[in-house]
């Protein structure tokens, strides 16, 4: 079954860094559209973050200069470097796959919850 | 503020027929066929119910269809069910973006 695991939330403080980590089985992120979304408490989904198969990289104005997504295809997985993280990065964050171009997001991972701390 | 706009919320009994609107502009909704809606059940995983305007995939209840005029895309939502209870989000391909756009979700309450 095709899926994503996604690991490396938690608490941390104003200013600081973290990486989200979302490993795939059953396919490969390098030949897939990978994307990251998130949910603020109270508010609805928000796109934060694409690389697409041929490795462009696309940002929500939101995170651009802040956030990096990137993948490994030695370990078959998406991850996401936060830094300079304030409040409004609170969120639950989802990875999610595109398996081709025009297609759905049709496989999404558990979420993982990040906190920002002031 | 999304580029496609939905409304915040829509109501319905058990039994009834429901229907969200999501509009774009003819860069988007008007100009392609791509156009997808994800249900999301608080505290639960996104999951997708229609693809490319009216297409359902495999297991999602015929209660769902999608349909297209203009540059507005609909979801109808037939003999609501209390389990229908959730936020609905559309997507859609832009000409504009290479990313897709993303409706701000509509609140459904069964009442």
């Known amino acids: 079954e095709e899926q994503l695991v996604e690991s490396g939330g938690g608490l941390i403080q104003r200013g600081g860094s973290l990486r989200l980590s979302c490993a795939a089985s059953e396919f490969t992120v390098m030949s897939k559209y990978m994307t990251w979304v998130r949910q603020a408490p109270g508010k609805g989904l928000e796109w934060v973050a694409s690389?697409?198969?041929?490795?462009?990289?696309y940002y929500a104005d939101s995170v651009r200069g802040r956030f990096t997504i990137s993948r490994d295809g030695s370990t078959n997985t998406l991850y996401l470097r936060m830094n300079s993280l304030t409040a409004d990065d609170t969120a639950v964050y989802y990875c999610?796959?595109?398996?081709?171009?025009?297609?759905?997001?049709?496989?999404w991972g558990q979420g993982t919850t990040v906190t920002v701390s002031s | 503020q999304s580029a496609l706009t939905q409304p915040a919320s829509v109501s319905g009994s058990p039994g009834q027929s429901i229907t969200i609107s999501c509009t774009g502009s003819n860069s988007d909704i008007g100009l392609y066929n791509y156009i997808t809606w994800h249900q999301h059940h608080a505290g639960k995983v996104p999951k997708v119910i229609i693809y490319d305007v009216s297409s359902r995939p495999s297991g999602v209840s015929h209660r769902f269809s999608g349909s297209k005029s203009g540059n507005t895309a609909s979801l109808t939502i037939s003999g609501l069910q209390s389990e229908d209870e959730a936020h609905y989000y559309c997507s859609s391909y832009s000409v504009n973006s290479p990313v897709w756009l993303l409706g701000g979700g509509t609140k459904v309450t069964v009442l």
């Open positions: 999610a796959r595109r398996d081709y171009y025009y297609g759905p997001l049709d496989v």
């Open positions: 690389v697409y198969s041929g490795g462009n990289t």
